[in-house]
């Protein structure tokens, strides 16, 4: 049974978004921001969501999810830009029910 859930995003002009996200097609976070063009072509999961890229950088800004990365999630923002206490690779994050009101920002381009 398909649930939607509600993502709250703001993107790089610091405009604000409120899109829905689907729970049962396996997508994460990049593709998400990818599917509502969101971030201009090619500045957004340049590597596929391999976390190798950091193109898909993104600011937490509320408490739905852990700020704890896994190490090749760690490995990669230690050599990105604009990181902060609370970045996360977009393409690490899964698009399920718990992240219903999920809330964030997509980083400055790389």
Do not use: F
């Amino acid at each position: 049974m398909q649930q939607d859930i509600t993502i709250k995003i703001t993107d790089r002009n610091g405009v604000k978004h409120e899109v829905q996200a689907p729970t049962d097609m396996n997508m994460n976070i990049m593709e998400l921001i990818r599917a509502y063009e969101l971030a201009e072509e090619g500045t957004i999961g340049v590597c596929g969501g391999m976390a190798m890229c950091a193109s898909c950088q993104c600011y937490v800004l509320n408490d739905v999810i852990s700020l704890e990365r896994n190490p090749d999630e760690e490995a990669m923002l230690w050599e990105a830009y604009h990181v902060k206490e609370n970045s996360r690779l977009g393409c690490q994050i899964p698009i399920t029910p718990e992240i219903d009101g999920l809330e964030i920002e997509i980083a400055p381009e790389q």
